[in-house]
C-alpha cells in the first residue's frame, strides 16, 4: 500500500478479509468450546478459548449434523476450517469444517458419556444378542485391506476349518472411517440370501491395535448403531486385548485379537473329528450294554417258563400208573372170589355156571374198561382236549373262555388259541 493513501472502509475491510482468508485459508485449532448455540436455522454458534484468548466460531448446520462430537461448551476440541472476517462488525471468526476431541482426557469423557447413552437406549442389553454359528459357511470381515489384521484372520480360519472369507475393505481410522465401516456392515446384511456373493452367516468387525484416537471410529454411533441393526451375529476384534471401544459392548461376541475372532468364528476340524469318533465309540458300546441287558433279561425270564413236557410227561405216567393199578386190582378180586368158591367145594352145574358168567362178566368189563382207556379213545381218532392249567375243557363255552388251549392227540400235542366259536347246529356234521 502506499503511504499516506486515503482508503474507504470497505476498501480496508476487504483488504484485511483477503490476506486473512489467504493466510488462514486451512488451520487446526485447539481450545474449549463455550458459549455454544444452536440457531433455529441448525447452524452453531461458539467460541473456542484458552487461557490467553478467545476465538468466535460457526458450524453451519450440514457440517454440525456430520461431526463424531457432540458441540456442548467445557469440551477441548480440535477444530480444522478456515478464518474468515465479518466486515459489518469488523470481527473474524473460524468457520468450522471438522471437529474432533483434544486430548486423551477429553475422549475418554466423550467416551463415557456415549457408553451411557448408549446403554439407556438398551443398545448393550444381552437380550439383544444373537448367538455365533457353529460351523459357518461364509464369514464376512470388515477390515482394512492390506496389513497383518486380514492375514492373520485368513491364516487362522484355514488352520482350523477351511471356510470361505468374503473381505469388505474399508477405511479403519481417519476421518470418513466410521461411515464406511458402517456402510460396510449394513451392505453385507443388505446381500441376498440367493444372490451370486452368499450372504455371511457370521461377521468380524476387526482393526489392529492402536492409540484411542486411532481406534475412535469404533466408538462413533454410526458404527455402533450398525452392529445393533445387524440381521448377521458380529465378532468385534479391535485393538489389544485391553482396549475396549463401545463396539465391543453392542456386537454379539468379542475377541481380544482379530486371531481370536477367527477361532470365535470356526472350530477345530480336527477336534471335531476325534469328538465324533468317541462319541461313535461310546454309542456302539451303549448298544452293546443295552443288548447285553435285554439278552440278560430274557434268559432270566426263560428259566421261569414251565416245560409244557415234562408236565404233559408227568400226567401221562400218573394216568399208566392208575390204569395198571386198577387192571391189577380186577385181577385180584377175581382170584379171590375164584379161591374162595373152590374152598367151599361147589361143584355142581349150577355154581360152574354162574362163575362161568361173572367171570366172562368180569372179563367184559375188563375189555369195556380197556376199551375206554385214553391212549384206546385218542388211537380211534378222538383228542383230548384241556385248558393251559391241562384241565379239561368239555364244551364250547369252557374252551372260549380259556383262550388258549392244549389238544393231545395219540402221536402228540398240539397248542393252540381260540379264534371263533360258532354253534354246532350251524353245521351237519355227516353231511357227505
Known sequence: MEENREYSVSEISFAIKRCVETTFSSVRVKGEIFGAKKADSGHWYLSLKDTNAVLS???????????????????EVIATGKITTFAGRSSYQLVIEHLEPAGLGALLKLLEERKQQFFKEGLFDEAHKKPIPFLPDVIGVVTSPSGAVIRDIIHRVRDRFPSRIIVWPTLVQGQGAAQKIAAAIRGFNALPADGN???????????????????????????????????????????????????????????????????????????????????GARQLNAISRYFALLRQNI????????????????????????????????????SNKTQALNGIG???????????????????????????????????????????????????????????????????????????????????????
Open 57 to 75: 466460531a460457526v458450524c453451519w448446520k450440514g457440517v454440525a449434523l456430520s461431526l463424531p462430537v457432540k458441540i456442548e461448551d467445557g469440551l
Open 299 to 334: 434268559e432270566g425270564l426263560s428259566r421261569g417258563i414251565v416245560n409244557l413236557n415234562q408236565i404233559i410227561g408227568e400226567y401221562r405216567q400218573r394216568f399208566d400208573d392208575r390204569l395198571e393199578r386198577l387192571n391189577n386190582a380186577l385181577k385180584y378180586y377175581i
Open 197 to 279: 456373493i452368499k450372504k455371511p452367516d457370521v461377521l468380524i468387525v476387526a482393526r489392529g491395535g492402536g492409540s484411542l484416537e486411532d481406534l475412535w471410529a469404533f466408538n462413533e454411533e454410526e458404527v455402533i448403531r450398525a452392529v445393533y441393526d445387524s440381521d448377521i451375529p458380529v465378532i468385534s476384534a479391535v485393538g489389544h486385548e485391553t482396549d475396549t471401544m463401545l463396539i465391543d459392548y453392542v456386537s454379539d461376541r468379542r475377541a481380544p485379537t482379530p486371531t481370536g475372532a477367527a477361532e470365535f468364528a470356526v472350530p477345530v476340524k480336527t477336534e471335531l473329528a476325534s469328538m465324533l469318533k468317541m462319541l
Open 346 to 432: 361147589l361143584k355142581s352145574y349150577y355154581l360152574k355156571n354162574l362163575i362161568e358168567k361173572k367171570k366172562i362178566t368180569l372179563e367184559n368189563l375188563a375189555a369195556r374198561l380197556n376199551a375206554v382207556s385214553i391212549d384206546q379213545v385218542l388211537k380211534r381218532g378222538f383228542a383230548w382236549v384241556t385248558n393251559r392249567h391241562f384241565k379239561t375243557v368239555y364244551d364250547a363255552t369252557n374252551a372260549k373262555k380259556s383262550g388258549e388251549l392244549n389238544i393231545r392227540f395219540v402221536d402228540g400235542i398240539v397248542k393252540t388259541k381260540v379264534a371263533e366259536v360258532r354253534d354246532a347246529r350251524q353245521f351237519d356234521l355227516f353231511d357227505e
